[in-house]
């Protein structure tokens, strides 16, 4: 643990037991939870992530901010007060100082999940799909802080993959360029969030759980730091039909570019867009991707955990 931190890191009781007794645990954010879902679904969905991890061995940390401290594990009163409160910052790695010296409430990026998982020494986080490079780039560089985090930052990123409103060749191209590994579970296939493949391949492809962990034990051996994205792919019974999803988010792009969305904006009004557009099907899909990045996800901690 970097020297200092421990004034601005709280552990929840349930995380400081896990860690007393050696047990497996699994970093989440809550971003999803505060900008990602509306309420009560997003509470209700953070709950039952929690409850997967459980039932498989290892124990939840959702990671936020709250009153300026670095929270890893949340109880019932504060998962409830994320999901309802209007003033959540949404933070990554640049807004760290700022909330945490002012005192002010945050949900936490894969980035600065990422980063406060690693102070607490976590070595497996689950999301739902990872930030990368938008589309018109080139002009805009709008690129994610979660890729640049990758390169940084030692933690295994359990996803279903990156949202397909993104570029996802340049996604993995700016991936190749810092090092790291993209490993698909159980597909050669890149998936694109919302379906289980994409024109795009993986680096790598492993049968389960504890070939990745065994994987990601010798990286990090080897002192080559940086994360490691697990690209799982949603479940083909809840995914959405490649073509139809490509015709939905162009036209949502559109509709962005014709209202001048911008920067932080892009990305929630294009998923508000496409939830209109699927009739609710996208948020639905979205949950169920969460739940079995959950699955893997605690799969893995626990394998990690005892190579």
Request: proline letters at 3%.
């Amino acid at each position: 643990m970097l020297k200092n931190i421990e004034k601005y890191l709280s552990l929840s009781p349930e995380v400081k037991k896990a860690k007393a007794e050696g047990k497996a645990i699994v970093a989440l954010e809550s971003t999803i939870i505060s900008h990602g879902m509306p309420y009560p679904q997003n509470v209700e969905t953070a709950r039952e992530v929690e409850r997967i991890i459980r039932e498989a061995g290892a124990v939840p940390a959702t990671i936020a901010i709250l009153n300026g401290q670095l929270k890893v594990g949340l109880t019932e009163e504060e998962l409830e007060f994320l999901g309802q409160a209007k003033d959540v910052a949404k933070v990554s790695r640049r807004d760290l100082p700022y909330i945490v010296a002012e005192k002010k409430n945050g949900a936490t990026t894969v980035a600065s999940t990422m980063i406060i998982a690693e102070m607490a020494d976590i070595k497996v986080f689950v999301t739902g799909g990872i930030g990368g490079v938008h589309r018109g780039a080139e002009e805009s560089f709008d690129i994610s802080a979660d890729l640049i985090e990758l390169a940084n930052t030692s933690v295994a990123v359990i996803c279903a993959g990156a949202k397909s409103i993104l570029d996802l060749g340049l996604t993995l191209e700016v991936l190749e360029t810092h090092g790291v590994p993209v490993i698909g579970y159980n597909t050669e296939d890149f998936p694109a969030f919302y379906t289980s493949k994409s024109e795009f391949s993986v680096d790598f492809s492993v049968k389960d759980t504890e070939e990745l962990a065994n994987i990601l034990k010798t990286k990090w051996q080897l002192g080559l730091k940086g994360g490691v994205v697990v690209a799982n792919p949603i479940p083909e019974e809840h995914a959405m039909e490649e073509e139809k999803m490509n015709d939905i988010i162009e036209k949502a792009l559109d509709k962005a570019r014709a209202e001048g969305i911008t920067g932080k904006k892009v990305t929630p009004f294009l998923l508000a867009t496409i939830k209109e557009m699927t009739k609710g099907r996208s948020l639905d899909a979205n949950i169920q991707l969460v739940y079995n990045n959950a699955r893997v996800g605690a799969k893995l901690a626990v394998d990690y955990n005892i190579i």
